[in-house]
């Protein structure tokens, strides 16, 4: 019977979920195998691993342009990643704590959750240049506005009697958002922190397709230039595959690291 | 040790939703001289709690409390937080992330008992803190590891544990269990004898407040004025055979029928 509170056996689950990507996989194999979509639209699933192992070692240059290029996007989104909290989790705290310094930046942050945040590329373009600062710059700002707002409902998803009972035993203002309302929203805190870096997963390509200088993005865009489907393909599953590693390792990291909070 | 609460011609008005103003207390006048257990009965809604706030110097926003009158410890006029009195509530708050002994140390990690307590007198005080709630062997659980009365005895512990001259307490066992509450009762009992203060406690419980008090005082509903004020001298741990004697009962329905008088049955329990 149909309940949707009773939680599915791990197996279960894993069978299921196996289900669903075989099934895919085994259209994707017919749609190509049966030759009901060419080559330059879909590649193969095999044409999609054999581009998968050719960049994995160019033989004549003898080194792995997919290693590069993933150590170069991990970068990016490691140093975006870090701008992001040093100056993004602070920002959300305060606006968290104080309504009044909410009512100042919401206004200023809030659009431009729903705002096409690519469309602001040519802008930061023509002011930043096509380098590394444009491509952090690009990626701060697109997972800012997803992160500052989070951060900030955290804070103030608190309940109140941890911040009015620290007051009670003579806690000043500061010492109340840093020693109860700040160590209660971690949790959530760290969730924003986990959205905050998937997005700018999805960011990542788009960064790096201007100017087309290392990267995965730039190995996708390189690789459409030359219709290489199956390399654009390969580049996708690669960077999908990194994101979902990412956010496997931060959701078990958060699990352990407040363990408190399930209960 | 010395100690003085002194409420004067106490008014308080809080603006009615509909407009208006409604008094809860109304001209209410209570001195508190000396380290003693006063527990304060009154109907529910009364204003006891507004009452103990005032003399936390805890102020709810946009209202102005008292409305007029006076609050003044030992001498000065309490105007706001002042670090002389510790609450302990009936909801407990305690941190989901911390272990007992952190949340009970909790305090020292602000800059004002930090100041005043030294590392290593904090230490020894939530060592000897932890042995006499019993919670010793709990110190590296956390709250939700705990039963209710477990949890309210280390909120108790943590403000205990600032050696508060006033202690403020609001319905803390309100809602533990009836077992329970007769041993977190014992337990301030004990603790109040080894280091007296003035602990102003309300409770809707009178079987509570005849074996805990100094002194009753009692209040009466809409406004809240001191309908009764009387002190018991027997010396605690007070027997079963005290609380059943014919005196005890008798100062039992006399605290009944002030609250019967002003605030009609069901809102009083009397727990034997
Ligand atoms: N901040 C407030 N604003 C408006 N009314 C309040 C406020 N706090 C308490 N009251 C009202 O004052 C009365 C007394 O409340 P309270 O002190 O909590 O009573 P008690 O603790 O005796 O049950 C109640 O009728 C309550 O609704
Ligand atoms: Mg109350």
């Not at chain 2, 000897?128 to 909120?155: C, F, H, M, T, Y």
């Not at chain 2, 508060?164 to 809602?175: C, H, Q, S, T, V």
């Amino acid at each position: 019977m149909w309940n949707p509170y009773v939680p599915l056996g791990a197996s279960q689950r894993r069978t299921l979920s196996l289900v669903g990507v075989v099934s895919v996989l085994i259209s994707w194999s017919l749609l190509s195998g049966l030759g009901l979509v060419g080559p330059a639209k879909l590649p193969a699933p095999w044409d999609v691993g054999g581009a998968l192992v050719r960049l994995s070692w160019d033989v004549g240059r003898g080194e792995s342009p997919l290693l590069i290029a993933t150590l170069w996007s991990t970068s990016r989104v490691l140093v975006a990643g870090m701008l992001v909290i040093v100056i993004g989790v602070p920002a959300g705290v305060a606006m968290g704590a104080s309504p009044k310094i909410d009512a100042i930046f919401s206004p200023l942050i809030d659009p431009f959750r729903s705002a096409p945040i690519v469309a602001v590329l040519p802008i930061l373009v023509m002011w930043l240049g096509i380098g590394e600062l444009m491509k952090i710059t690009f990626l701060f700002l697109g997972a800012v506005v997803y992160l500052v707002p989070m951060v900030r409902d955290a804070v103030r998803s608190v309940p109140h009697t941890y911040f009015t009972s620290a007051r009670d035993l003579g806690a000043t203002e500061l010492e109340a958002v840093r020693l109860s309302l700040l160590p209660m929203a971690m949790p959530r805190i760290a969730d924003a922190i986990t959205v905050a870096v998937s997005v700018m997963w999805t960011y990542i390509t788009v960064a790096e397709y201007i100017n087309a200088e290392r990267g995965l993005g730039q190995l996708i865009q390189n690789a459409r230039r030359f219709s290489a489907m199956d390399q654009v393909f390969a580049g996708i599953f690669v960077i999908i595959a990194l994101a979902l590693i990412t956010y496997s390792a931060m959701v078990a990291l958060r699990r352990r690291v407040f363990h408190w909070e399930t209960t | 040790m010395t100690v003085s609460i002194h409420l004067d011609d106490i008014v308080q008005e809080y603006p009615r939703p509909g407009g208006g103003l409604n008094r809860v207390i109304d001209e209410l006048t209570l001195h508190i001289d000396a380290p003693e257990i006063v527990m304060l009965l009154g109907p529910s809604g009364c204003g006891k709690s507004t009452l103990l706030r005032m003399m936390g110097g805890m102020r709810p926003y946009g209202v102005q409390t008292p409305t007029s009158g006076s609050v003044s410890i030992d001498g000065e006029p309490c105007l706001g937080p002042h670090d002389d009195t510790v609450m302990v509530f009936q909801q407990y708050a305690n941190r989901p992330d911390l272990t007992v002994r952190s949340n009970i140390s909790f305090p020292f990690r602000l800059g004002l008992w930090r100041r005043r307590v030294p590392v290593a007198e904090q230490r020894r005080r939530v060592d000897r803190i932890l042995e006499a709630v019993g919670l010793a062997d709990k110190a590296e659980l956390r709250p939700w590891q705990l039963s209710g009365g477990q949890n309210q005895r280390v909120a108790l512990a943590r403000a205990l544990v600032l050696k508060p001259r006033i202690l403020l307490m609001d319905e803390p066992f309100g809602a533990l269990d009836a077992q329970t509450r007769e041993e977190m009762q014992a337990l301030l009992v004990e603790l109040f004898q080894e280091n007296p203060c003035a602990v102003v406690f309300v409770t809707h419980d009178v079987t509570e407040a005849l074996l805990l008090a100094d002194r009753v005082v009692v209040l009466s509903a809409g406004p809240a004025k001191v309908v009764d004020d009387f002190l018991i001298p027997e010396a605690r741990p007070r027997s079963h055979a005290w609380q059943r004697s014919t005196a005890t009962l008798a100062l039992e329905e006399r605290i009944l029928g002030h609250l019967h008088a002003s605030g009609g049955p069901g809102q009083v329990r009397v727990t034997v």
